[in-house]
């Protein structure tokens, strides 16, 4: 009996271990690239924030994550928002941190991204990389093991365990490892800027093209599985009683069948839509096409400031969200943007 | 599931629980439940030939058992009554009922395993002779179903119900143990083939669950997953390149890779059988070993005596013995010693019957020509040793040089070694002419600056890999050597303080997990004899 116990006490130990030993490897073998390093940061901070603190959610692609600043819109109206997003988040993925977010936070507003991602087809396979970079960072919870078990079953190399251990899939990554593998820890890092990606004035002069949303008959067929995850996040607000707002931000590679498309969907669902792509739209956020736009489909932080100024107030005035710059309760959001102000006037600095 | 999937890990995680933690009486149904969870999960459609094979060697053995019984009750009850010639008559009737119920069962087995096996390499080798012949038809080429370890779970049984008619063991009566012999998961994808009185026995007996021999069967796994991913994985990557492309080498470039395939090879099965060995040394169960570092054999012969050990000793019982002990080859013994001398005359029945043997182990392993070239190499190469080894030993060990000493010794090794490399263009190239051409393309250029240019970076591996390889080897063969000199690691290691034995263990975990190649870069190949 004593030697049973003794037993199973080492084994306990030895698991422990091999437990601790499996989770240092494993920051040291996840890639340090910019985005995955980000998309960590940014999940991290959303799992910072206090429960049911937020007004709104952004659910979308890289456009949201470089078109939306949740911190101006806390300073001009006092909305409190966050962006889940990352570079060509899948529906699935957007779908599956909805249901997670709901868990942590109660938002009255739900934005979504309605863009390319609803006419895609997305290929798991071909785009591995961005989902590595929504799923790893994700704390694990039934919904993340689902995700993965939709990843999975929609592509042919993808495996439920390197979803689950990331170091499984890194593994490989063992003869390129350099110091900042070692130093970085990546489970650390908190993002002060709400799930924007960054302060990024790199502007690109763009130009749209003559026949850009000229009007036509033609509806954008979507795809029905990434369709199917639309519907969800629509079935899913309406049963807790969320708003939602179908949202595409402006970009050159638009069409106006995929508005049409987007705006049958958002019908059949009586949800509102607003596309900064249409001609009146662009004319009010007034951007300036020489520093708004960082390249042909994302903005810099400057034309991110034009369209989160426009759709803060349409939110506010829409759905009547609480001024919250008062309550003492919010007081980290004032924190976070002095940081945000603060970083952005350093990148200001640098530029000139 | 491939046993280095997650699945596996997951599935035999639930299994070890439930295994230690229900009724040991209950243990050998536990087995076999997850023995069919285990087939079945690679083909439902599978199991069916499973079951077919299991159903029919178990009622063979029955009906054997029951002549048996009959006999053995006629003589109890009137067996005096008998004359001496018709107990002998009567005695021969008997073996002649158990012959036909033997035959019948072995013509079915062997025909589903032929028919699914090698159909259509039949069809094929007949279409193309019939072709030569100008003959205008064809047999058709069929899309068939080839279960899992096939030749493995055949083999077994098929040794079961001739051990049964040879009164080597007694039938077993209980068709559900039964089924689990022949379907027993760590081994049935790719062997050892167990023997029923070694395997039976272990399988339906309840097992404690004991800490060492716990142990000891995941370290046994362990190194087998090390031999598997770490190594023959990485190895199959050049191994690949050169034998899909083999046009664009030749030389030392393709000889070395043949002999990395050697490694690879060894690595792959033996890695295997070491996690099907562990899993059941976990379970209480030893299965038989499969390999006696077959790298240290001084000839062919010894070669296959430590190389696939179950196939070799099943052949050896079932086809070897039995041919060489009839009457037809006793006949053709007498009759070449008229004609050949004694010494070759003695010799020529063994040569047919070695050949026979040869042949079977070369398709065994798969329905192409080249195997049948595979087995008739090493056939032949073996009753050469044999022919030979007096004169070579008599030549090479002159000037009062032992026999026994190490450079005579190495020598053999280098020699064995040479030989099974080129035993093995046969077995992985893609047909017997790509083998013969690649043969022709190693020997008709010496080109040691293959070595110092660095080619075998660019076949596929970087050179940190490469090193990584090397290395791997090396402790390989450190490990195989320290084995042949009698060694027991595993014990070794448990002498040793607990601070140093864990850094070892998770020095090994990790170095699987790390350096092991699996995943969506490199997908990590399955076992190579899981095909067979």
């Known amino acids: 009996m004593k030697n049973t116990v003794l037993q199973i006490i080492k084994a306990i130990i030895f698991l422990t271990i091999f437990y601790l030993l499996f989770c240092q490897l494993s920051n040291t073998f996840v890639p340090k690239d910019e985005e995955y390093r980000t998309s960590f940061a940014r999940t991290n901070a959303f799992y910072a924030l206090p429960k049911d603190s937020i007004d709104v959610l952004y659910l979308g692609a890289s456009t949201f994550y470089r078109g939306i600043t949740p911190l101006d819109m806390w300073k001009d109206y006092g909305i409190t928002g966050y962006v889940r997003a990352v570079g060509g988040q899948a529906p699935a993925v957007s779908y599956y941190y909805l249901v997670e977010s709901l868990k942590y936070q109660k938002p009255d507003v739900v934005v979504i991204d309605a863009s390319t991602p609803l006419y895609e087809n997305y290929d798991v396979d071909e785009k591995e990389g961005k989902l590595r970079n929504a799923v790893d960072p994700m704390r694990l919870s039934v919904e993340k093991f689902e995700l993965i078990q939709d990843i999975v079953s929609m592509g042919e190399r993808q495996t439920v365990a390197s979803y689950l251990f990331p170091m499984l899939r890194y593994h490989s990554r063992w003869d390129e490892l350099d110091r900042v593998d070692f130093e970085y820890n990546i489970k650390n890092k908190i993002d002060p800027y709400k799930g924007l990606l960054k302060i990024d004035f790199e502007a690109e002069t763009i130009k749209f093209p003559d026949e850009y949303m000229q009007p036509n008959n033609a509806v954008a067929e979507y795809s029905m599985t990434d369709l199917g995850y639309y519907k969800k996040m629509f079935q899913l607000c309406q049963e807790k009683d969320i708003a939602i707002v179908l949202v595409t931000m402006p970009r050159v590679d638009w069409d106006y069948s995929r508005h049409l498309g987007t705006k049958q969907l958002a019908e059949t669902y009586n949800i509102p839509y607003i596309d900064y792509c249409l001609d009146e739209n662009l004319e009010a956020l007034g951007l300036d096409l020489k520093t708004d736009f960082h390249n042909e489909n994302h903005l810099t932080t400057l034309g991110a400031q034009k369209v989160s100024r426009h759709l803060g107030a349409f939110l506010q005035q829409t759905y009547g969200l609480e001024d919250k710059r008062n309550d003492p309760a919010y007081q980290q959001w004032h924190v976070d943007l002095q940081t945000y102000k603060d970083d952005y006037a350093e990148a200001i600095a640098q530029i000139k | ?532």
């Open chain 2, 1 to 532: 599931m491939s046993f280095t999937s997650f699945e596996f890990f997951v599935f035999l995680l639930i299994f070890f629980a439930v295994y230690f933690l229900i009724p040991k009486k209950y243990q050998w149904i536990v087995t076999l439940l997850a023995s069919y969870i285990f087939y079945v999960y690679a083909s439902l459609p599978a199991a069916l030939f499973l079951i077919f094979t299991t159903v029919s060697t178990f009622y063979t053995g029955v009906l054997m058992g029951k002549a048996n019984e009959q006999y053995a009750k006629t003589l109890a009850n009137g067996g005096d009554k008998l004359t001496r010639e018709q107990k002998k008559l009567y005695k021969a009737e008997n073996k002649d009922k158990k012959h036909q119920i033997l035959t019948a069962a072995l013509v079915a087995n062997f025909g589903i395993l032929a028919f699914l096996k090698y159909f259509n390499f039949f069809a094929s080798s007949t279409n193309s002779l019939l072709d030569f012949l100008s003959i205008d038809t064809a047999l058709p080429s069929l899309s068939l179903l080839l279960p899992l370890g096939i030749s493995f779970y055949t083999f077994q049984s098929a040794g079961y119900v001739i051990d049964v008619y040879r009164g080597k063991v007694a039938p077993d009566k209980n068709i559900a143990k039964f089924a689990l012999f022949v379907s027993y998961f760590p081994q049935i994808v790719q062997g050892p083939i167990g023997r029923y009185d070694e395997l039976a026995g272990q399988l339906y007996a309840p097992h404690k669950f004991d800490y060492t021999r716990v142990k000891f069967g995941l370290q046994l796994a362990l190194w087998g997953f090390f031999k598997k991913l770490v190594i023959a994985d990485r190895a199959a990557i050049i191994v690949n390149t050169v034998f899909d492309n083999y046009l664009d080498y030749k030389g030392l470039t393709i000889f070395f890779t043949v002999l990395l395939y050697c490694f690879q090879i060894y690595c792959d099965f033996s890695g295997g059988i070491d996690v099907a060995r562990g899993i059941a040394q976990v379970m209480g169960i030893e299965l038989r070993k499969n390999f006696e570092r077959p790298f240290f054999a001084t000839s062919v012969a010894d070669f296959w005596r430590r190389w696939h050990i179950s196939l070799s000793e099943w052949t050896r019982d079932y086809i070897f013995y039995p041919l060489s002990l009839s009457h037809a080859f006793a006949r053709l013994g007498r009759s070449s010693r008229k004609i050949l001398g004694t010494y070759l005359g003695k010799l020529l029945p063994t040569f047919l019957a070695m050949l026979i043997t040869f042949l079977v182990v070369g398709i065994w392993h798969g329905a192409n020509w080249k195997y049948v070239a595979y087995g008739l190499y090493n056939g032949i190469l073996i009753f050469m040793g044999i022919l030979f080894e007096p004169f070579l030993s008599r030549v090479f060990t002159q000037d009062n040089a032992k026999i026994n000493s190490f450079s005579w010794r190495f020598m053999k090794i280098l020699g064995t070694l040479f030989l099974i490399c080129i035993g093995r263009y046969f077995s992985r190239a893609d047909d017997l002419m790509t083998a013969l051409r690649m043969l022709k393309r190693t020997f008709s250029i010496f080109n040691p600056w293959v070595l110092s240019e660095g080619v075998f970076s660019q076949l596929g591996l970087n050179e940190k890999n490469l090193e990584l390889l090397l290395v791997s080897i090396l402790v390989l063969l450190v490990v195989d050597i320290l084995q042949e000199k009698g060694y027991s690691l595993r014990e070794k290691i448990a002498e040793q303080n607990i601070v140093f034995r864990w850094a070892l263990y998770f020095t090994a975990i990790f170095a699987v997990l790390i350096f092991g190649v699996y995943g969506i870069d490199y997908v990590a190949t399955d076992f190579i004899y899981m095909g067979f």
